[in-house]
Structures are given as structure tokens and as C-alpha cells.
Nanobody
């Protein structure tokens, strides 16, 4: 059973950087993706980034492209979301989620959050002056 646990959230000022971590365990195949989603108060959950394990490829939502970077430390079984130039509109609870599949990360993949079978507990990111 895949298990995920996020950490690294907090309160930062606009323009600051923050790195979220998603520690994972339980994968039995190399064909999976780990995505980061976020949900702001009163809004729907949306995907912001996706990491495909088999070829280390990534995909980003337009709203974070150029500011957020996702990567994986294989030795630590951890996927990171490095966030730079944070804006108040980035305020949300951030979740990592895993999907076992052979496809590619894409906007379509991240739009189907119900396909992701494993989720972390979430970590709050607040961007405010």
C-alpha cells in the first residue's frame, strides 16, 4: 500500500520561497506519478505539478510554471515541490498524491484527481504580508 506524507508548509511573505516534501513508501512498480495538488478556501482542488517516476519527466500548471519545480530524491524516497516567488494566490493546503499508471503527466492527468489512489494529509501554505 502506497503511503504519502507531506511536510514543509508554513507562513511566508510574497516573493519568498518554500520547499514542500512528500515522503513516499510502498510502490511496487516503477510506473507511477506523484502530483502536487492544492486547495484554497472555498475553491476546488487543482493540480499544480506532476512528476513521472519512470523517466523523471515533469508537468506544471500554467499558474506555477517558471516558479515551481518538482523533483525527486530517489535515495530518500521523497518528492519535492520547490516554490519560488510566492504570491498570495498560492495560499492553499497542498497535497501530494500518487497514481500508478504508464501514461504521461499532463493537464489531463492532473484534472482527474479522482484517479489518484493515495493521498497525503496535506500541508498549509500561507503567503501574506
Amino acid at each position: 500500500q502506497v503511503q504519502l506524507a507531506e511536510s514543509g508548509g508554513g507562513l511566508v511573505q510574497p516573493g519568498d520561497s518554500l520547499r514542500l516534501s512528500c515522503a513516499d513508501s510502498g510502490f511496487t512498480s516503477d510506473y507511477y506519478a506523484i502530483a502536487w495538488f492544492r486547495q484554497a478556501p472555498g475553491k476546488e482542488r487543482v493540480g499544480v505539478s506532476c512528476y513521472r517516476h519512470s523517466d523523471h519527466s515533469t508537468y506544471y500548471a500554467d499558474s506555477v510554471k517558471g516558479r515551481f519545480t518538482t523533483s525527486r530524491d530517489v535515495g530518500k524516497n521523497t518528492v519535492y515541490l520547490q516554490m519560488t516567488n510566492l504570491k498570495p494566490e498560492d495560499t492553499a493546503v497542498y497535497y501530494c498524491a500518487a497514481l500508478s499508471f504508464r501514461g504521461r503527466c499532463s493537464a489531463a492527468t492532473m484534472s482527474e484527481s479522482n484517479r489518484f489512489g493515495s493521498w497525503g494529509q496535506g500541508t498549509q501554505v500561507t503567503v501574506s504580508s
